[in-house]
């Protein structure tokens, strides 16, 4: 079939053509691949969108005691709590910034201090996915986590917002 | 009342008497568009996997509903594309109408018409079941989230109702029970459809947001299709329609149920048509406006004049022989590619059955002189032989030879036997063939058996 074998042809090179020079989006490339790949990202060039707008370690409890037990009713030996905001990521529905503290060496609180979407949806969307992404994190205290299936733009602004805040607290 | 002739006077005896044209012949088609056209459709359909694959990202299988709206972006966009192919076919872009043919065009859009359907539904319901994974909620309860929750969506699911409800009716069991004109008018809505759902491709598909090129490119491209439909379907028929300013001026009987329309315009003697063409033809009376109808051109244009001849079939084929003279007519077309562009070869036999003798007529009186027709028309009873003066005398001034079948169906019928005995060489030469849909398919596969290779058979079917 001379018709078909052009159409595939055609087909072929158009899929070539559309994948080379597509750069794949730079930011969705740093979730799933984890805290490893997202590490070497942000080495070169952390931040694509704004350069940190944060302070480096807010220590968090407005005490100004270096050591501040964090967690007095643990019996363990108190850790200093550190927190960190990210710098705010724009990703396709909107913009957002982690913060996050950390307690020792345990990730202990995120939030979202800035989250603005461009529509509704997206801010339910967020609303529903971004506890999902803090419930990950603080059980794999990593960003060694999964992603969320269409919320794949907020998850990797969500994932480069808190690995630049993790950095800026030498969070391995 | 006028009494214009489109016989051709046997002239003076021993001269070549093939009158010559007085309107130049349609535009020749140009083999090298259809290589061009379909790898242009490959190259599109591969660029649209393309920006599907490339939006995704490996980690987004692993994640719940990941699978599921990666096939849901997939099946959505590819059935967009395949639609977008749908609307080219028909909207008769000249270059390839002249290679296919109307009835080609239409063929290729009425195989490749459950496709895209098919996708976009399938579309609709994967990428509901993959947030409902994703979201970790009922498929019923993530309906409402995804129709309403969702910018664009409610008008995108409406889009795709009208779509499901426009394909159901061309499904070919209940498309024969409508009307054509309720058919037509429901399939019309088509178009809104797609414009309705243009928006959330753009506002929510993977491959759109965050990347204003594929925007920019995939919105040109609808653009450009649109442009298409409305150069094509609307303003070139308006402007020919102005140009030539058709009007009835008489309306001939012929035969039992069968009226010649004729008609004067100006400048007719630049309209580019070729014998075997038709146009669809709109009579702007007070009931007609509305509908356009394709009949056959039923001779070449004499200027001022031009025939139609139509069979009294339909509550519309019924209305024309009852039109005034003076009655404006509009039209659309030429179209088809049953044409002398078709001949392949030195000779050629016309076979024709019914009121198919109307395009073979003004086919026959177009074809080159070397053709030595040989022509076969089939018809019920004597009566019904159209044209048989103008048949004859054109067969006579073209060498060729003429055959007149006439009988019951059963009984007299074009076979193997008939036609090997009356053209013993029909393997060499081109074959016309044009009538009822089902007289042209049988003949297409008689022939085929004795050996004619599919370029050299061309056909064009009335349907009724």
């Not at chain 1, 201090?113 to 992404?133: C, G, K, N, R, W």
């Not at chain 2, 989230?145 to 159901?168: E, K």
């Not at chain 2, 009655?327 to 009121?355: C, D, W």
């Not at chain 2, 198919?356 to 040989?374: F, K, M, V, W």
Request: glycine residues 8%.
């Amino acid at each position: 079939m001379r018709r078909l074998s052009l159409i595939v042809v055609g087909a072929v090179a158009g899929l070539a053509a559309v994948v080379g020079l597509h750069p794949t989006s730079s930011t969705a490339n740093a979730l799933g691949t984890g805290g490893q790949a997202a590490g070497g990202r942000g080495t070169t060039n952390p931040t694509t969108t704004t350069p940190p707008t944060t302070t480096p370690p807010t220590t968090a409890p407005a005490a100004p005691a270096t050591p501040t037990p964090a967690a007095p009713s643990t019996t363990a030996p108190a850790a200093v709590a550190r927190s960190s905001t990210g710098p705010a990521q724009q990703y396709g529905y909107g913009t957002l910034s982690v913060k996050v503290t950390v307690t020792g060496n345990r990730i202990t609180k995120i939030t979202t201090p800035t989250l603005q979407t461009a529509e509704q949806y997206s801010q339910q969307l967020a609303a529903q996915v971004i506890p999902m992404l803090n419930a990950e994190v603080l059980k794999a205290q990593s960003l060694n986590i999964n992603g969320i299936s269409g919320a794949s733009y907020t998850a990797s602004a969500y994932v480069t917002s808190l690995q630049a805040a993790l950095k800026n607290l030498n969070f391995p | 009342m006028v009494s214009v002739t489109f016989h051709t006077p046997s002239s003076k005896p021993g001269t070549s008497n093939v009158p010559e044209r007085r309107s130049p012949p349609s535009p020749a088609p140009q083999a090298w568009i259809r290589p061009v056209a379909l790898l242009l459709v490959g190259l599109g359909l591969g660029a649209t996997v393309g920006l599907t694959l490339t939006a995704e990202t490996m980690s987004q299988f692993d994640a719940p509903g990941g699978v599921a709206i990666f096939l849901g972006s997939l099946t959505g966009l590819v059935g967009m594309y395949l639609a977008l192919v749908m609307v080219l076919l028909i909207s008769r872009i000249p270059v390839i109408e002249r290679l296919l043919g109307l009835d080609g065009l239409v063929g290729w859009h009425r195989r490749l018409g459950p496709w895209p359907v098919s996708l976009l539904v399938a579309h609709a319901v994967i990428v509901t079941i993959g947030y409902a994974q994703a979201a970790k909620t009922g498929l019923i309860h993530e309906v409402g989230t995804v129709v309403t929750g969702f910018p664009f969506m409610i008008i995108a699911t409406v889009g795709l109702g009208l779509m499901v409800i426009a394909a159901i009716v061309s499904i070919r069991a209940i498309r024969s029970r409508l009307s054509r004109e309720t058919w037509w008018l429901i399939h019309l809505s088509m178009y809104l459809a797609l414009a309705l759902s243009f928006a959330h491709v753009i506002a929510l598909g993977p491959s759109f947001v965050g990347h204003p090129v594929t925007r920019w490119v995939w919105s040109l491209v609808w653009a450009a299709t649109a442009g298409v439909v409305i150069v094509y379907r609307f303003c070139l028929p308006v402007v020919r329609s102005l140009r030539y300013r058709l009007k009835v001026v008489e309306i001939r009987p012929e035969a039992p149920g069968v009226v010649s329309v004729i008609c004067s315009g100006r400048h007719l003697e630049r309209m580019a048509v070729s014998g075997g063409q038709f146009f669809s033809w709109r009579f702007l009376t007070r009931g007609m406006w509305w509908q356009a109808h394709p009949y056959s051109m039923s001779a070449l244009p004499r200027p001022p004049y031009l025939r139609l001849t139509v069979k009294n079939v339909g509550d519309h084929s019924a209305a024309v022989s009852r039109l005034k003279p003076g009655t404006r007519v509009a039209i659309e077309g030429p179209y088809g590619s049953f044409t002398r562009h078709a001949q392949h070869r030195q000779t050629a036999v016309l076979i024709a059955a019914g009121i198919g003798i109307t395009a073979l007529r003004s086919l026959l009186e177009d074809l080159p002189n070397g053709a030595r027709p040989i022509v076969i028309v089939r018809a019920s009873r004597e009566e019904d032989l159209v044209f048989r003066s103008e048949v004859t005398e054109l067969v006579k001034s073209r060498k060729g030879k003429l055959h007149e079948l006439v009988g019951p169906r059963h009984k007299v019928l074009v076979d193997r036997r008939t036609l090997m005995k009356l053209v013993p060489d029909i393997g060499r030469r081109d074959v016309y063939i044009c009538g009822p849909e089902h007289f042209v398919a049988d003949i297409v596969e008689l022939v085929g058996r004795l050996g004619v290779p599919e370029e050299a058979v061309h056909h064009e079917a009335f349907s009724l």
